[in-house]
């Protein structure tokens, strides 16, 4: 009788799947959790965002956008303005992906970086910089993508974070 934690072992099985990279499966789970979740909103929106990303790695870029933007939205009606801002930068990845590069560079200058800069989250601010570098790369913007990996490198090294420090 209780929904919410089956629909949480379902979405471990998502994630096993997931993570072995059987993508339909985990599909499959994650839509299966998400019918059987009743209260938790936060985990409806996880599951959500997790769809949107299995989409993009099964190319299939328009059920990721509306995915992402069922997670944002459910992601604001309880306030969780960091994990809103993390589908906003996926979201822009799905874009620039489809060289819609106008409306990622929206989604991340207009949306995402305002949401973390008010979190003070810089982890995702060096997140922000990177995929609009290589928006502006994707493009042949060669001076403004350098202008945001250099600023993402220098935000990496203040916090010794040396995965995100680009050489």
């Not at 996880?46 to 459910?74: H, M, S, W």
């Not at 489809?98 to 990622?104: I, P, Y």
Request: aromatic share 12%; with cysteine; net charge negative.
């Amino acid at each position: 009788g209780n929904n919410d934690g089956e629909a949480l072992v379902l979405e471990a099985f998502g994630d096993y799947y997931s993570n072995n990279h059987l993508l339909s499966k985990a599909e499959a789970y994650y839509q299966q959790a998400l019918t059987t979740v009743k209260t938790d909103e936060s985990l409806a929106a996880g599951l959500f965002e997790k769809l949107a990303q299995v989409c993009f790695r099964e190319q299939q870029p328009d059920d990721a956008i509306k995915y992402d933007t069922e997670a944002i939205n459910r992601y604001d009606k309880i306030n969780e303005s960091v994990y809103s801002a993390r589908c906003y930068v996926h979201l822009a990845s799905v874009k620039g992906a489809q060289k819609q590069f106008t409306e990622a560079e929206y989604l991340i200058l207009k949306r995402a970086l305002p949401l973390y800069r008010s979190a003070s989250f810089v982890p995702g601010r060096i997140g922000c910089f990177n995929v609009l570098g290589h928006i502006y790369h994707e493009q042949k913007r060669y001076s403004e993508a350098k202008w945001f990996f250099i600023q993402a490198n220098m935000l990496g090294r203040t916090l010794a974070d040396t995965l995100a420090i680009t050489e």
